[in-house]
């Protein structure tokens, strides 16, 4: 069931007290990085089947085969940008575009990751503004 071309993921390597510290309270800075993972887990998960290509982009840097290990094998993966979400998002979109040219509407969403962050987040799925 393919009807995507491509997915761009977006995620911080699920390390304690690093991730979804607002839920710290609830669940413990060990609890909030066991959820990073299922969250990371199921996006790629069903990102690979309904998309022809996956990416993730993955911060920090160094947190590239920690996030391997919970993707299946044909998500591509590469290290965000340093910087705001905003210019991690068009960073992302721009090597995804680069690598991935051909495809209908790549066109609309470099030119959307390029204006204010707000409406790249929209572009890329989510209601998260910066």
């Excluded at 290509?53 to 996030?67: D, H, I, N, T």
């Excluded at 030119?111 to 790249?120: E, I, L, M, S």
Aim: aromatic share 4%; glycine share 10%.
């Amino acid at each position: 069931m393919r009807g995507m071309s491509s997915v761009l993921i977006m995620a911080k390597a699920p390390r304690a007290g690093d991730v979804n510290t607002r839920l710290e309270p609830l669940l413990e800075p060990e609890g909030c990085a066991a959820l990073q993972r299922e969250l990371i887990r199921h996006t790629a998960r069903w990102a690979a089947m309904v998309a022809a290509r996956v990416w993730l982009a993955y911060a920090p840097a160094g947190a590239g085969a920690e996030l391997a290990q919970l993707v299946p094998g044909s998500v591509r993966l590469f290290a965000q940008a340093d910087g705001d979400l905003g210019r991690r998002l068009r960073h992302a979109v721009a090597l995804v575009g680069r690598e991935h040219s051909g495809v209908p509407g790549d066109r609309r969403h470099r030119r959307a990751a390029a204006r204010p962050t707000a409406r790249a987040c929209r572009v890329a799925g989510t209601d998260r503004r910066a």
